[in-house]
């Protein structure tokens, strides 16, 4: 117990020391809440500083961003709000007549960057006897488009209803199916807010069966959150840092995630040094030199793994980036510095009712994970063979995978007023009315590239109007655009756009380009795919270099990395079969397996890393193999815990009504829980058992590690720390 306390005192130096220091943890404490009491208001700032426009989410480079900013010398951006009326059996005179009506009270609307005067229509299906009938409503979209596109259409719809004796009235087009998705994300900070903190309250219930202990690392992660927020707003503010509501709604879901296992990690450390000294400071440095180190690995691992993000060409890709690095780097620093201190003010008691008091028995010594290890150790190569190849035909699933991207029809959970207005106008008008293709080119070769336009396969010639040459023109350049056949969110139509860009590339001296909602889908496809050949392949790098750094070894890295990219494909495969066979949803959009790689690899890592700094510990004192029994025997309740809090927060995405949400969210969840209780606890474990001492190559311990058995005895019994 001497070399214990002499350790103790030892490591009670330098910051370590400051953060459990006897006076210097009441300063800590007194830091952060003058850091929560000013980054509170900034934080509640955030939603005002996100750019949801266009441009936030396109790849910079694309020719549809260029004809989108070029479109902006003619015309402010605007999309068309769509207003579709039918009635079966066919139109009525009174109904053109209040049709003309909704017109003329629609052109008086100036609010909300409504562009009443500009609107267009009515335009019928037929001239004789129509059944339906078309207005389009222009909306300027700038940076604060986003936000006022649902009042936008609200407005709208207050001069037309919601149909009248039988006659049907939807608004659709992009207007209509923004407002649908910006009513979507309504609420998103506040509902993913509170989802995930039900979810880490149940679990901390669960794991510390303590109604007080877990208000102390819920109320860290509220204030990590609070700083990041703010932090966040500021760099938005004033440096040129893009936020949207993607990036923002996975920042909260994150920091409470991260925050929330960095703290069970430490909280398990700390309540075991308590069992082994009498003062809680003491304890409290040992916890933070022994699982410091794993636990500032995980987080440098998932801040490195988010900083490569900003090679994606994807905008919204790359703005995810930096947001969910800044929020998981303050999650760290808060769980490294304000929790301990709070942990340290509030003493053993935090810990009612099951306060561990020095001398109280290890629970861990004859627990569950114990006897697994054991039983693993008996015939390790049968256990993690029989692990892959259940793993590998899991993974089969992938072929049911469709990532090619969704249309706005299978986007939403239900069924909101655009789906069923967009249904409504491709059984009377071209599929793709209200949503065209944007055509600009040079003024002289304007006439030349409509006409090649307009003798494009999809497109519908007539929509062109009058001659491109007597358009409006800026600095030698003419816009005008062209409606296609086909829905604009559909793979024909994207085919479309692909021919009308080569036909118009092959106009001499034309310089044209094409662009529209349709183009500007095909362009985040092709974007995609490059950021998933980029930036797969550097997380990986990320998370073998700092596992090589970490462990002092390379056999265990690369065993480590293996076993990741198992279980990623594992839980996509997985996934995949249940979109098809139980959710039934249509498909899955293109990022959704690089955002799922990159949680699943730089979140799941965490629980490797902790496994194998303890195995590693242990190997040094007495052998590789009986250290693998003891690291899981040691880790195993609290790692378990923390996968579930974790699962929990992203299953908390499956609360927006948006099938891309829900499927990151699932895909995400199930792929963590895989690798809490599978891959972790199983197949790491047993390589670790079959591969023995050679794990550590090339450091000495591959060398000196007598190759001990992991159990000497049945009756063995299996502990953390004897010494």
């Known amino acids: 117990m001497?070399?214990?306390?002499?350790?103790?005192?030892?490591?009670?130096?330098?910051l370590i020391?400051?953060?459990?220091?006897?006076?210097?943890?009441?300063?800590?404490?007194?830091?952060?809440?003058?850091?929560?009491?000013?980054?509170?208001?900034?934080?509640?700032k955030l939603t005002d500083a996100q750019d949801n426009d266009a441009a936030s989410w396109l790849p910079g480079s694309a020719e549809s961003t260029q004809v989108l900013n070029t479109a902006n010398n003619f015309r402010p951006e605007q999309i068309p709000a769509v207003v579709v009326y039918a009635r079966d059996g066919g139109l009525t005179v009174q109904d053109r007549r209040e049709i003309a009506e909704d017109v003329d009270q629609i052109r008086q609307l100036t609010d909300h960057?409504?562009?009443?005067?500009?609107?267009?229509?009515?335009?019928?299906?037929?001239?004789?006897?129509?059944?339906?009938?078309?207005?389009?409503?222009?909306?300027?979209?700038?940076?604060?488009?986003?936000?006022?596109?649902?009042?936008?259409?609200?407005?709208?719809?207050?001069?037309?209803?919601?149909?009248?004796?039988?006659?049907?009235?939807?608004?659709?087009?992009?207007?209509?199916?923004?407002?649908?998705?910006?009513?979507?994300?309504?609420?998103?900070?506040?509902?993913?807010?509170?989802?995930?903190?039900?979810?880490?309250?149940?679990?901390?219930?669960?794991t510390y069966r303590s109604p007080t202990l877990l208000?102390?690392?819920?109320?860290?992660?509220?204030?990590?959150?609070?700083?990041?927020?703010?932090?966040?707003?500021?760099?938005?503010?004033?440096?040129?840092?893009?936020?949207?509501?993607?990036?923002?709604?996975?920042?909260?879901v994150l920091v409470f995630g991260a925050g929330t296992d960095y703290a069970l990690l430490l909280v398990a450390r700390y309540r075991e040094e308590l069992r082994r000294h009498e003062d809680r400071h003491e304890a409290m440095a040992l916890a933070l030199h022994r699982a410091g180190p794993a636990v500032l690995a995980s987080g440098a691992t998932v801040v490195l793994s988010m900083l490569v993000l900003l090679a994606a060409e994807m905008n919204s890709t790359r703005g995810l980036g930096p947001v969910a690095a800044i929020g998981v780097a303050v999650a760290l620093l808060a769980m490294l510095t304000?929790?301990?201190?709070?942990?340290?003010?509030?003493?053993?008691?935090?810990?009612?009712?099951?306060?561990?008091?020095?001398?109280?028995?290890?629970?861990?010594?004859?627990?569950?994970?114990?006897?697994?290890?054991?039983?693993?150790?008996?015939?390790?190569?049968?256990?993690?063979?029989?692990?892959?190849?259940?793993?590998?035909?899991?993974?089969?699933?992938l072929l049911q995978l469709r990532a090619a991207g969704i249309s706005n029809a299978d986007a939403f959970t239900g069924k909101p007023d655009s789906i069923t207005g967009q249904e409504v106008s491709e059984r009377y008008f071209p599929a793709g009315?209200?949503?065209?293709?944007?055509?600009?080119?040079?003024?002289?070769?304007?006439?030349?590239?409509?006409?090649?336009?307009?003798?494009?396969?999809?497109?519908?010639?007539?929509?062109?109007?009058?001659?491109?040459?007597?358009?409006?023109?800026?600095?030698?350049?003419?816009?005008?655009?062209?409606?296609?056949?086909?829905?604009?969110?559909?793979?024909?139509?994207?085919?479309?756009?692909?021919?009308?860009?080569?036909?118009?590339?092959?106009?001499?001296?034309?310089?044209?380009?094409?662009?529209?909602?349709?183009?500007?889908?095909?362009?985040?496809?092709?974007?995609?795919?490059?950021?998933?050949?980029?930036?797969?392949?550097a997380v990986l790098a990320v998370v073998l270099l700092i596992l090589s750094v970490l462990l002092r070894a390379l056999v265990a890295p690369l065993l480590l990395i293996g076993t990741v990219v198992l279980s990623f494909a594992a839980a996509l495969g997985a996934s995949a079969l249940a979109f098809r066979h139980i959710f039934d949803y249509a498909g899955e959009t293109t990022d959704f397996p690089l955002f799922v790689f990159v949680f699943l690899v730089a979140l799941g890592i965490d629980y490797n890393i902790f496994l194998t700094t303890r195995i590693r510990e242990e190997a040094a004192r007495r052998g590789t193999r009986p250290g693998v029994v003891t690291g899981l025997a040691a880790t195993g309740a609290v790692i378990t815990s923390a996968g579930l809090v974790l699962a929990g927060t992203f299953a908390a995405l499956a609360t927006l009504p948006m099938v891309g949400f829900a499927e990151i969210g699932f895909a995400v969840a199930f792929g963590i829980l895989l690798d809490t209780f599978i891959v972790r606890s199983v197949l790491v474990t047993a390589l670790f058992l079959d591969v023995g001492p050679k794990v550590w190559w090339p450091h000495r311990l591959a060398r000196e590690d007598g190759g001990a058995p992991a159990v000497s005895r049945p009756e063995e019994r299996v502990s953390q720390s004897s010494e």
């Open 113 to 206: 960057g409504i562009r009443g005067a500009e609107t267009r229509g009515p335009v019928y299906n037929a001239t004789t006897s129509p059944e339906a009938a078309q207005i389009y409503v222009p909306i300027t979209m700038d940076e604060k488009g986003w936000e006022r596109i649902a009042p936008a259409v609200d407005s709208i719809r207050d001069q037309t209803g919601e149909g009248r004796d039988g006659l049907a009235v939807h608004i659709t087009g992009p207007g209509g199916t923004s407002a649908d998705f910006s009513k979507a994300f309504e609420g998103i900070d506040s509902t993913l807010l509170f989802s995930a903190m039900a979810v880490v309250i149940v679990m901390l219930l669960i």
């Open 338 to 397: 304000l929790f301990p201190a709070l942990l340290l003010v509030f003493g053993r008691w935090i810990f009612w009712p099951a306060i561990p008091h020095l001398g109280t028995p290890d629970p861990t010594e004859r627990g569950v994970w114990a006897r697994m290890g054991r039983r693993f150790a008996v015939r390790p190569r049968v256990v993690w063979g029989a692990t892959v190849v259940a793993l590998a035909v899991v993974s089969l699933g």
């Open 215 to 252: 208000l102390v690392p819920l109320f860290g992660v509220v204030v990590a959150l609070f700083t990041a927020q703010a932090l966040i707003y500021l760099l938005a503010e004033h440096a040129g840092l893009t936020v949207n509501g993607q990036s923002a709604g996975i920042l909260t």
């Open 17 to 44: 020391g400051f953060i459990t220091g006897h006076r210097s943890k009441w300063l800590i404490v007194a830091l952060w809440l003058i850091v929560l009491v000013v980054a509170a208001p900034l934080a509640q």
């Open 2 to 14: 001497t070399d214990g306390i002499d350790h103790g005192r030892h490591v009670r130096q330098g």
């Open 433 to 537: 009315s209200g949503d065209p293709l944007v055509i600009v080119s040079n003024q002289a070769q304007g006439v030349q590239v409509g006409r090649v336009v307009a003798s494009t396969e999809g497109v519908v010639p007539t929509s062109l109007g009058v001659p491109p040459g007597t358009k409006p023109t800026y600095d030698g350049k003419v816009l005008f655009e062209a409606t296609m056949t086909d829905p604009s969110d559909s793979e024909a139509a994207k085919q479309t756009v692909e021919r009308v860009r080569d036909a118009v590339h092959d106009v001499p001296g034309a310089d044209a380009q094409v662009g529209g909602g349709t183009a500007a889908l095909l362009d985040m496809d092709a974007a995609t795919t490059h950021d998933n050949v980029v930036i797969i392949p």
